[in-house]
């Protein structure tokens, strides 16, 4: 069985023509809003590319002055990352500008910086199938997670989060601290399963007589060249008992260099784990 992953969702944001002079002021309040930035690319569509990414709005009457608007001039395309994603930037752009819609989200985007139904400044994906469509439109050799199914969720819940935490609730109700929430997060950082372990550059034993451990060397003292990671403590992390992802991980920058970026914010985020 594969290991887990873990997923964050993707949304695909465009900066239209009339709002293009103000990308840089969008692209701030974006970073503020706690979204990563996982692709950027200006580009100006054709009608025919604009007519193909809006074709479930074909047939509408204001399809052709879409698609002339969205031609008119470059854009800014972003794949954009963060829990909950789609949403919160549906939330922050705001609804189709209409007559009423600056009295009801005066601080939305749409508001701020468009200027009518057709010249809303901003496009969000409406959904999860739609940012994965799309994202794959602008940004061709994109790849996309699969989004988890309940079943899948409630799978690694049961298997990874839920008998620690059934471990520290029993804890917790023998000790009966003053503080149980203090307590029991004191707890689960203590007993974090999940705590990565610092690579010293020597290959434990456990790895020597795996079939990963040869390889893994290799892609290591690869890596440490094409991805500059001067600090060799921060080179391997072996994280949430998931050897094989890491592995696949070090592998897929070893031939891929556009992933140095990823692989680095990867090992920064792993270094704010507890």
């Known amino acids: 069985m594969d290991p887990p992953r873990i997923y964050v969702q993707r949304t695909l944001a465009l900066i239209k023509p009339d709002a293009f002079d103000k990308r840089e002021e969008i692209e701030d309040i974006i970073l503020k809003s706690g979204f ?12 025919e590319q604009c007519s193909d990414f809006y074709a479930d709005q074909y047939g509408k009457i204001f ?7 969205m031609s008119s001039g470059p854009i800014i395309a972003l794949t954009l990352a963060r829990e909950n994603a789609i949403a919160h930037w549906k939330t922050l752009i705001g609804p189709v500008l209409s007559n009423k819609t ?12 468009g200027t009518s139904e057709l010249q ?4 969000g994906s409406e959904s999860f199938r739609a940012a994965e469509r799309e994202i794959k439109f602008i940004f061709p050799n994109s790849v996309i997670e699969p989004f988890p199914s309940k079943g899948a969720t409630e799978e690694y819940l ?17 000790h009966k601290p ?11 950082m203590k007993n974090n399963p999940s705590k990565p ?23 290591f003292e690869n890596s440490k060249q094409k991805l500059n990671i001067k600090e060799t403590k921060y080179c391997l992390l072996w994280t949430c008992g998931d050897k094989k992802f890491f592995l696949d991980l070090i592998m897929f920058c070893n031939f891929n260099p556009c992933s140095v970026f990823l692989f680095n914010l990867y090992l920064s985020l792993l270094m704010m784990c507890p």
């Open 63 to 69: 399809f052709p002055n879409l698609t002339a608007f």
């Open 36 to 47: 990563i930035v996982l692709q950027r690319r200006k580009l100006q569509l054709s009608p």
């Open 197 to 219: 372990q610092i690579y010293d550059g020597v290959i434990a034993e456990e790895n020597k007589s795996s079939k990963y451990g040869l390889i893994h060397q290799q892609l």
């Open 102 to 113: 600056r009295e009801t989200h005066p601080e939305c985007l749409r508001a701020k910086y």
């Open 178 to 188: 003053l503080n149980p929430c203090v307590w029991l997060a004191d707890w689960l």
């Open 158 to 174: 049961s298997k990874h989060v839920n008998p620690t935490l059934l471990r520290g609730l029993t804890e917790l109700c023998k």
């Open 120 to 123: 809303n400044a901003l496009h």
